[in-house]
């Protein structure tokens, strides 16, 4: 008999993960991208986890910010 997978139980589902982790694929020929993620987050003084994180925030309230301005100029 088959054995399945082990269900995702997440913190608000009674399990006790607190987090998820996501693997984040690169191309050959943009690998030095890898490099630069050290090296960003080496200056920022952070996890290439934490730098990742901080990106998206940033990039979202930027997304945020001009949609919100072109709805309310109509």
């Given amino acids: ?3 399945g997978s082990r269900p995702n139980k997440g913190y ?3 399990g006790h993960d607190l987090g998820k982790s996501i693997m984040v694929s690169f191309p050959a020929h943009e690998l030095h991208l890898i490099n630069e ?3 960003l987050a080496h200056l920022e003084m952070t996890t290439k986890s934490q730098f ?3 990106c998206i925030r940033r990039e979202s309230a930027k997304v945020e910010e001009q949609i919100g301005r072109r709805h309310s100029v109509v």
Avoid: V
């Fill in 1 to 3: 008999m088959p054995i």
């Fill in 37 to 39: 993620l050290d090296r």
């Fill in 52 to 54: 990742l994180r901080r």
């Fill in 12 to 14: 608000g589902n009674g």
